[in-house]
Every structure is written in structure tokens, then in C-alpha cells.
């Protein structure tokens, strides 16, 4: 199970962090992506990461302003963005998957959290 937090109302130009953690150990080869979904549009791509922290691809759309990165002692995987315009305002999610390939497709992942809404106001 992966839960995310860090949601919040922030204002233009401000920064987050969002955190997704897994709910038991993991092992052998698991991917986490995160993903972000605006109102009527559909899911989007934002980061992936290897959860040995090793390999991590990010969308050439935020590219320079996100960082995603782990968190061994929350066992968790941590999404920063900063730089934040109206257009971030969405709700977050993060996923999983075993494996080590760093899809980018939401059909690729089978485990998802609930989301955590960010809203930018300018």
C-alpha cells in the first residue's frame, strides 16, 4: 500500500514536497512513480524513481523544477517541485509496480495511493 502526503494550498512561485510511503517492506526491484491529474485532464507523468534510488526519469514539462528522491528512514519517496505556477494546482498520486523499467504510462502501475491535492493560487 502507498500513501502520499504533503498537500497543501501554496502560493505562485512557492515550493512542495510531497511524500509517498510504503506501508511494508520492499524488496527485489520496484518502480514509484508519481503522477498528477487536473481538473478534466487526464493523468499526467511526473517523476518515476527505482527504489534502490539508483535510476529516476523525469517529464521533460517540469524537468528543473522537480527532485525525486528516497527517504530510507520513512521508506517512503519524496517529490519536490518548486517554482509553482496555477497549472501545478492538481491532485498528486503516486504508484507502483515491480520491476525496474520506469514507465510512464499510469496502465503500467497496479498499486496506487489515494492522492493529495495541491492548489496554487496566484
Known amino acids: 500500500q502507498l500513501v502520499e502526503s504533503g498537500g497543501k494550498l501554496v502560493q505562485a512561485g512557492g515550493s512542495m514536497r510531497l511524500s509517498c510511503a510504503a506501508s511494508?517492506?520492499?524488496?527485489?526491484?520496484?518502480?514509484v512513480g508519481w503522477f498528477r491529474q487536473a481538473p478534466g485532464k487526464e493523468r499526467e507523468f511526473v517523476a518515476a524513481?527505482?527504489?534502490?534510488?539508483?535510476?529516476?526519469g523525469i517529464a521533460d514539462s517540469v524537468k528543473g523544477r522537480v527532485t525525486i528522491s528516497r527517504d530510507n528512514a520513512e521508506n517512503s519517496v519524496l517529490l519536490q517541485m518548486g517554482n509553482l505556477d496555477d497549472e501545478d494546482t492538481a491532485v498528486y498520486y503516486c504508484?507502483?509496480?515491480?520491476?525496474?523499467?520506469?514507465?510512464?504510462?499510469?496502465?503500467?502501475?497496479?498499486?496506487w495511493g489515494q492522492g493529495t491535492l495541491v492548489t496554487v493560487s496566484s
Open positions: 504508484a507502483g509496480r515491480e520491476g525496474s523499467i520506469l514507465y510512464s504510462s499510469p496502465g503500467e502501475y497496479f498499486t
Open positions: 511494508g517492506r520492499i524488496f527485489g526491484s520496484y518502480v
Open positions: 524513481l527505482s527504489w534502490d534510488g539508483r535510476r529516476r
